[in-house]
């Protein structure tokens, strides 16, 4: 599942950068996350880094992208350019 950034965020400008699949850009009035993108650091991390240091805990999983660990796997292995089997 990709997560989501809601509009309680403050645009502090932490999120952005640790994002190691460059899922997180700067929207009209928010950051926002690029589900093609956001494998919720799996393959990299152990845990989401954008939810690890964002400071009012606006980044939940998006229930409109629903994805389990393996279909996470698969995109990271896609994203980094391995053959995915």
Not at 28 to 36: A, F, H, L, S, V
Not at 43 to 63: A, E, L, S, W
């Amino acid at each position: 599942m990709a997560l989501l950034i809601t509009d309680e965020c403050i645009n502090c400008d932490v999120c952005e950068p640790e994002c190691p699949n460059a899922a997180i850009s700067q929207g009209d009035e928010i950051y926002e996350i690029d589900p093609n993108l956001c494998t919720e650091c799996v393959g990299h991390y152990d845990t989401p880094q954008c939810v690890d240091v964002c400071p009012v805990d606006c980044i939940p999983k998006d229930p409109d992208h629903v994805e389990n660990e393996d279909e996470l796997m698969e995109k990271y292995k896609k994203l980094q350019g391995e053959e995915v089997a």
